[in-house]
């Protein structure tokens, strides 16, 4: 094993020094310095295929060292390997660029391997080479039970199992696969460097071996990675660095609903969101999750709202369901699901101060629809409404609308993209919408078979749903 120097490396921001702190130097963290050895340069890998990629990747950058103008460096124009998901597709600005490294992060059974599993089978299924895929945390057995079940199994998928660097380099060299996917970036070890599976120095080298290897093969692959307790991912920060595109898997481990979100992307936008459902059958991916967030009720019902928040480029409906009980507290109920519990403290008073509804009094239950949230200030407005409606006992019309900001003088205040969640609100066949006067006076343009009502007072609002 290779000697090496201690040093200490910040899992935050990345910091390194010689000496432990307590606290980072550089971010303020506390408790986030660990003990990082790195290996001495000038030591060939010997391990596997580590040694030869890294010997060729160094003949590459010789050859290519010398600057030339940048309208000389071939073509733009990059074919993308498509996943097999459209909403996969869309996260990552198009498909899978070749040579590209990316990281898809979430909590523990959120369904991050079977969406690779998944894709993998996709991409044998449908492109000219092989695809591998490289487990470290199950065996070949287990790997191949899980493609049964989702449909996966394909004689172009490649299984391998191993958490050795040297030999996980050496399969991706010698089969030189269309897609590699590597699950997961914590468990596999290099033994040049010290440090055990999963920790700063580990995961460090692994990127970086990986990275190169991708680079100078033109090979995409695709990593796993695990996260801390405060959802931040597992490593040193560097590890966001280094890849070129960070997926966050999210979603509730009560409901069915996945949400992929890119939080970097180095070839297309981060304000994407791809939609999923995960079922005994895998993942299935949801086109139009319009209805996902929407009750199935016919007739009216009092203490209910929908509003439209943004996604990304996407919008989502959202109903927001209340309900107001007397309470038999000295201090009521405040239950929050889905949106803000200071917030819906906050709305309350706002309420009682400008809307003239009494609800201090009173249990307050606020809850979305099938794990959706509402947390954006845009929401306040169908917040507040359900509230009103389910404490009035007067129901608001089932293709009705409300969009706005409340702020703490009763004011409502305008929300971003409104004309893109006013399309979505026609789209989906509703005929009133209160949303807020625009900036500058400027009327807004309704899409058609839409009445748009603009309010700038939570009273006016209240008493344009009819419920004041």
């Keep these: 094993m290779a000697k090496s120097a201690t040093q200490y490396v910040c899992t935050e921001c990345g910091w390194t020094g010689g000496k432990w702190f307590g606290r980072c130097p550089e971010c303020g963290q506390w ?38 103008p940048i309208t000389k460096v071939g073509s ?28 898809l992060a979430g909590e523990p059974g959120i369904g991050k391997s079977t969406l690779l599993l998944e894709t ?14 490289i487990s470290g945390e199950e065996s070949q057995a287990q790997v191949r039970m899980r493609a049964s079940r989702v449909g996966a199994v394909e004689d172009s998928l490649l299984l391998a199992s191993t958490t050795d660097l040297g030999t996980v380099l ?41 990275i190169d290897l991708a680079k100078t093969y033109d090979i995409p692959v695709m990593l796993v990675g695990h996260v801390t307790k405060d959802g931040a991912i597992a490593g040193p920060r560097t590890l966001e660095h280094l890849v070129d595109v ?69 919008s989502l409906p959202i109903e927001i369901q209340a309900l107001v009980t007397a309470s038999v507290l000295p201090t009521p109920r405040r ?42 200030p845009g929401c306040d407005l169908a917040v507040a409404a359900a509230l009103a ?21 009763g004011q409502v205040r305008p929300v971003p993209q409104l004309t893109h969640r006013l399309s979505e609100a026609a789209r989906l066949g509703f005929t009133r919408a209160v949303v807020p006067v625009r900036r500058g006076g400027r009327p807004a343009s309704p899409p058609k078979g839409l009445e748009v009502i603009e309010v700038s007072t939570l009273a006016d609002a209240l008493e344009a749903l009819g419920i004041r």
């Design 120 to 133: 993998a089978g996709n991409v044998a299924r449908t492109a000219a080479g092989t695809v591998l895929y």
């Design 31 to 68: 408790g986030t310095i660990e003990e990082f050895h790195e290996a001495r340069p000038g030591k060939t890998r010997t391990t596997g295929g580590g040694g030869a990629a890294r010997r060729t990747q160094a003949a590459v950058l010789s050859a290519e060292a010398q600057a030339q």
């Design 246 to 314: 960070v997926c966050q898997f999210e979603g509730d481990a009560q409901t069915a609903l996945r949400m992929l979100h890119a939080a970097k992307n180095r070839f297309g936008p981060t304000d994407e969101v791809g939609c999923f459902d995960m079922s005994g059958q895998g993942i299935e991916e949801v086109k139009d999750p319009a209805g996902l967030f929407l009750s199935t009720a016919e007739a009216p019902v009092e203490g209910t709202c929908v509003t439209f928040t943004l996604d990304g480029h996407r």
């Design 389 to 409: 409606s389910a404490n009035s006992s007067k129901p608001i019309g089932k293709t009705t609308c409300a969009m706005g900001e409340i702020s703490l003088t």
């Design 170 to 210: 050496g399969l991706i060299e010698q089969n030189k696969p269309s897609l590699a996917i590597v699950d997961s970036a914590q468990t596999i070890t290099s033994q040049d460097v010290d440090g055990i599976s999963g920790g700063s120095t580990q995961v460090r080298e692994v990127a970086s071996a990986l």
């Design 335 to 376: 239950n929050a699901n889905g949106i803000d519990a200071n917030r819906l403290a906050m709305l309350a008073a706002v309420l009682y101060r400008h809307g003239k509804v009494n609800l201090l009094t009173r249990d307050l239950y606020v809850s979305t629809i099938a794990g959706g949230l509402a947390k954006e």
């Design 76 to 103: 733009d124009s990059v074919q993308r390997l498509p996943t097999g998901f459209e909403e996969f597709d869309r996260v990552l600005g198009g498909g899978i660029v070749p040579g590209s490294v990316i990281l």
